[in-house]
């Protein structure tokens, strides 16, 4: 699956490492943060080879994906994850989650199964409680995880010495769905009819009294009661033949018994209409690329080997949220800049373009970020921002100055043969070197124009002609005196020549 669209299989999303300590899958989570969108979180958990898999399938709308198996082997290891379009929330991702069964006697680690547990408590919107044949005694005991979320689960980083936090865990917890598979009992109370669900809130009834076996049998009703605001039940008659729930991946809905597809179809749809956008303590809508974060921030508390507190995880997942955005906006900016901008070009223009991508880049950043100290990072943005628009603006600048200096050299490429040719230093030259600079300058201007560096590139060539222009006036001076004094001479030699001829006597004159 590319980033930003929908897979076509599940992947492992949370596994063992090496250590045997659960991490987060490097292909799951650059899956989670190629999707933008809000996103719906359906986790199912319940007892190994019990059909977890199969219903997640249904959900998925295909037939196969999640691995069913059809041995006494558990087939789901970690938590997968499967990230399809949401059927009727348009711009939302439905995010199905199937996690590792529940109680397989060979794995010989019981913490494992309860940091599964927690981790789907953590990160669904809904989460599916899956069953074999009835909800009795035997059923709630085994469903014991739920009454260890208060000691491996903290809704606050500090909590009072007399306060209880369980509390609080029915706010923030996901909604509660039972799937009773197989189940073959008729739904009747005395002999009124009942509900699935009133079957179910039937059996989580409390037991009036305070012996150690009264408060025992309340204890696992009691926390279901206290932490799922929201409670739903589904009971689903067998799917087929024992030899045919061999291959249920195999099966046409035309083979699956009536009842059972009706009933599958409705808890599809119930999950589709009832499953709320994931959110986390605030209220804050939570994206793909949110919720890898989440996850993230989750196992390395485990990891730890701390209790994953909500509270600190908000703030942890506030920052990175934050840091991405601020990462991402930046990005928008500089790539809408880099793509509009062609230096060099006017100010105003470059200014117009820079307030647009700026915009952009704002929206991007309040869509990503979190609520949680935005303001200190949408500062730090626009201060990357302005440095950015700044280094574009002196970009702009040296664009402008090199293009002039090309038409500059162009231009005054006759004065300088004029100057190397020695063609000024002759009388009259200073005159004709003037108003050929000025002859240039207009040309040079006119081809500038639009450049903001037209005059300032103009300036500086003109100073460093300033010596050149004197000493052309210097030797036209020179060359003008010594042609004015080769002129006098001339004069008076003129008129030397003219004196004696006056003054000559005149002789024989009456002879």
Same mark, same amino acid.
């Given at each position: ?280 303590? =605030? +209220? ?6 949110? #919720?890898?974060? &989440?996850? /993230?921030? *989750?196992?390395?508390?485990?990891? !730890? ?59 991007v950043f309040i869509s990503v970020s979190f609520n949680d100290n935005d303001q200190i990072y949408q500062k730090e943005l626009m201060g990357k921002i302005y440095d950015e628009y700044q ?36 009388? =009259? +030259? ?6 050929? #600079?000025?002859? &240039?300058? /207009?040309? *040079?201007?006119?081809?500038?124009? !639009? ?24 030797a036209d001076q020179s060359l003008n005196a010594a042609e004015q004094e080769k002129e006098d001479e001339d004069r008076d030699s003129k008129a030397a020549e003219k004196k004696p001829k ?10």
């Open positions: 699956m590319a980033c930003g669209g929908f897979m076509s299989a599940p992947v492992c999303f949370i596994e063992n490492d090496e250590n045997g300590k659960l991490c987060v899958r490097k292909e799951a989570k650059d899956i989670l943060d190629g999707l933008n969108e809000p996103v719906v979180v359906v986790s199912v958990v319940g007892l190994y080879r019990t059909g977890k898999s199969y219903l997640m399938n249904r959900l998925a709308g295909q037939q196969t994906g999640f691995a069913l198996g059809s041995t006494i082997e558990s087939e789901t290891k970690g938590i997968w994850m499967w990230c399809v379009p949401h059927p009727n929330k348009e711009g939302h991702t439905l995010v199905l989650l199937d996690t590792e069964g529940l109680g397989d006697v060979r794995k010989g680690d019981e913490k494992h199964d309860t940091w599964i547990f927690c981790l789907a408590v953590l990160l669904s919107s809904s989460l599916v409680y899956n069953s074999l044949g009835v909800i009795d005694n035997t059923a709630l005991e085994k469903l014991h995880y739920v009454t260890e979320l208060t000691e491996n689960i903290r809704v606050k980083a500090e909590v009072g010495q007399h306060e209880d936090e369980s509390a609080d865990f029915i706010r923030v917890f996901p909604s509660f769905v039972w799937a009773v598979r197989d189940f073959t009992l008729q739904l009747k109370k005395g002999d009124k009819p009942i509900t699935s669900d009133d079957y179910l809130e039937g059996a989580l009834e409390l037991k009036q009294g305070s012996s150690p076996q009264t408060v025992q049998y309340n204890l696992p009703r009691s926390c279901l009661r206290n932490f799922f605001a929201v409670r739903k039940c589904f009971v689903f008659p067998r799917p087929a033949s024992m030899e045919s729930m061999w291959i249920m991946e195999e099966l046409t809905e035309k083979e699956l018994e009536s009842k059972f597809l009706e009933q599958a179809n409705t808890f599809c749809h119930y999950i589709y209409n009832n499953s709320k956008t994931k959110t986390v303590s =605030g +209220g804050r809508t939570i994206t793909g690329t949110a #919720l890898g974060n &989440l996850a /993230e921030v *989750y196992v390395e508390a485990i990891r !730890s080997g701390n209790v994953p507190c909500l509270e600190n995880a908000v703030v942890s997942l506030a920052k990175i949220q934050n840091v991405r955005a601020v990462e991402e906006a930046l990005q928008l900016y500089v790539t809408e800049l880099f793509n509009l901008v062609q230096l060099p070009m006017n100010p105003e223009e470059l200014s117009k373009i820079h307030t647009v991508a700026e915009k952009k880049a704002v929206e280094q574009m603006c002196q970009q702009n600048y040296d664009a402008s100055r090199m293009q002039c200096e090309e038409v500059l050299h162009d231009v005054f490429d006759t004065l300088e043969k004029g100057i190397s040719d020695r063609s000024y230093l002759k009388p =009259g +030259g200073s005159h004709k070197y003037i108003d050929m #600079l000025r002859q &240039l300058s /207009e040309e *040079y201007r006119a081809r500038t124009d !639009s450049q903001i560096m037209s005059e300032a590139v103009l300036s500086k060539f003109l100073k460093t002609k300033e010596d050149i222009g004197n000493m052309i006036l210097q006056e003054t000559e006597p005149v002789t024989g004159a009456g002879i």
